[in-house]
């Protein structure tokens, strides 16, 4: 059986579970042929959730790629009981988690919109996120930024994400908007997510569907991480 893994949490965000087959077993790692579950990368990280077989339940620890391009390891416990090769089992995310993860990567391509400078690292947390730009000694109002973040997220834009090949991808070099990552190339496309009216940048995380779903959020802090860098940290507000 082939060890690469359908992605279908790309076409799908909101996919809570899928049915699918076991392609490979191993201590601590399960891998399918198929998954709803996120693995670990660009700034995002994998989800939990679990894999139910035969009347039981496998807790998912996380989930990050595989040695292999398009290889997905959903890590559990080394103790658990494991399916066999050729089983067929139920993929089901923590999606209150996952949602939440959503709404702040959708968030901080506001933020990457709110901020005039060039980003260069950022990480999404469960509730809150950051990024660092590439920038000097400008005074960032954290009352301003949170004005502006919640001003578009209440005007509801709508979020969509689509596909175009490598060659028209790479003659335009501003979709890659934070400079340590790039999108995965090989496959003769790449994915890009558009804030209507608002952002456009390749991306291959999970989104949600309009900006009004993100909620509140608060920039929580600002601070200087060296002479040019600048890190502003966002929060969920009210969850």
Not at 50 to 59: K, N, Q, T, Y
Not at 204 to 229: D, L, P
């Amino acid at each position: 059986m082939s060890s690469t893994t359908g992605e279908l949490f790309r076409e799908d965000a909101y996919l809570q579970s899928c049915s699918a087959a076991v392609t490979s077993v191993q201590p601590g790692v399960v891998r399918l042929d198929r998954t709803v579950f996120y693995p670990t990368g660009g700034g995002q990280p994998g989800d939990s959730g679990v894999l139910r077989f035969d009347g039981s339940e496998i807790a998912v620890l996380e989930t990050v790629k595989g040695d292999a391009p398009g290889e997905i390891d959903h890590r559990i416990d080394p103790g658990a009981s494991l399916p066999a090769v050729g089983d067929m089992v139920e993929a089901a995310v923590d999606f209150e988690r996952r949602h939440r993860l959503m709404r702040m990567h959708t968030c901080l391509h506001l933020l990457c919109k709110a901020v005039d400078g060039s980003v260069t690292g950022g990480s999404i947390g469960d509730g809150k996120g950051r990024l660092d730009f590439d920038i000097p000694d400008p005074v960032l109002d954290k009352d301003a930024l949170t004005e502006r973040l919640n001003a578009w997220i209440a005007e509801d834009h709508p979020v969509r994400a689509f596909w175009i090949d490598e060659s028209a991808f790479d003659e335009r070099p501003e979709l890659v908007k934070t400079m340590s990552v790039q999108p995965p190339r090989g496959s003769g496309r790449i994915r890009l997510i558009e804030i209507d009216g608002l952002d456009l940048q390749a991306c291959g995380g999970t989104h949600v569907r309009s900006t009004a779903e993100i909620g509140r959020v608060r920039i929580h802090k600002i601070e200087k991480k060296g002479r040019q860098n600048r890190r502003v940290q966002v929060v969920l507000d009210g969850d």
